[in-house]
């Protein structure tokens, strides 16, 4: 079973647009992660956000965390072809100590 | 610093037949966990390591899955026998407690 769900499932832009997608998962969390997955490749680690923190930059990643409404949103500005790719939330649990990944979002990246 | 190392990459198998995976982690890294990930799906944790200890396998099915960690190290999982249900990619992570995993490219298993 997974922990989190994303939206939308799949997200179609331009290069140069912003992409933003959306997580929601069920259970109390230590940290949320989020990550890339090129076709055919293993998952890269993108960016952490712990439970006591609200946004968190890296590059063009913006993430925010509300724990209120167990929900997690990922920004990718100014978009690259490179950046096509799916991206999947996942939630380190503070009661099963395990990362839980949700279904991801599939980002196609238009030149 | 080393990646995560899987092997072998791409295994086609017929039904009833054992498959093994193998990985090593990166050094100094305490936790390992294997995925299992079907098309168009998120990773579905199939074992949990901290150090040699299996300490989350609810979600693996010992009657045909097993896996061995040892010296808290490389690891093996194990199919016998293959169902056509099995086939997916099989992918281990390991990492440093709560943080960030970091993966290998995966095994990518075909069961005919």
């Known amino acids: 079973s997974q922990q989190g769900e994303e939206d939308p499932q799949a997200l179609s832009i331009q290069e140069g647009e912003n992409a933003t997608m959306n997580c929601s998962y069920k259970?109390?969390?230590?940290?949320l992660q989020w990550y890339r997955q090129n076709s055919g490749r293993g998952l890269v680690h993108l960016i952490l956000?712990?439970?006591?923190?609200r946004e968190k930059h890296s590059g063009r990643l913006r993430v925010t965390l509300d724990t209120s409404k167990k929900s997690s949103s990922l920004l990718i500005t100014a978009s690259r072809a490179a950046d096509t790719a799916s991206y999947f939330c996942?939630?380190?649990?503070?009661?099963?100590?395990?990362?839980?990944f949700g279904a991801g979002t599939t980002v196609t990246v238009r030149a | 610093e080393a990646g995560v190392v899987q092997s072998p990459r791409y295994k086609i198998i017929e039904k009833k037949q054992p498959v093994a995976f193998w990985c090593n982690p990166i050094?100094?890294?305490?936790?390992l966990y294997w995925y299992r990930q079907n098309l168009g799906q998120g990773p579905e944790l199939l074992i949990r390591?901290?150090?040699?200890?299996?300490?989350?396998d609810s979600q693996l099915p010992k009657d045909r899955f097993s896996a061995e960690r040892l010296k808290g190290v490389d690891s093996t999982l194990k199919i016998q026998p293959a169902e056509l249900g099995d086939s997916a990619v099989y992918l281990c992570?390991?990492?440093?407690?709560?943080?960030?995993?970091?993966f290998g490219e995966g095994s990518r298993l075909t069961v005919l």
């Open positions: 956000i712990r439970s006591n923190e």
């Open positions: 050094s100094g890294h305490n936790t």
């Open positions: 390591y901290e150090n040699e200890e299996a300490v989350d």
């Open positions: 992570a390991s990492g440093r407690n709560t943080g960030e995993l970091f």
């Open positions: 996942a939630t380190f649990g503070s009661n099963d100590y395990k990362l839980s």
């Open positions: 259970t109390s969390i230590n940290n």
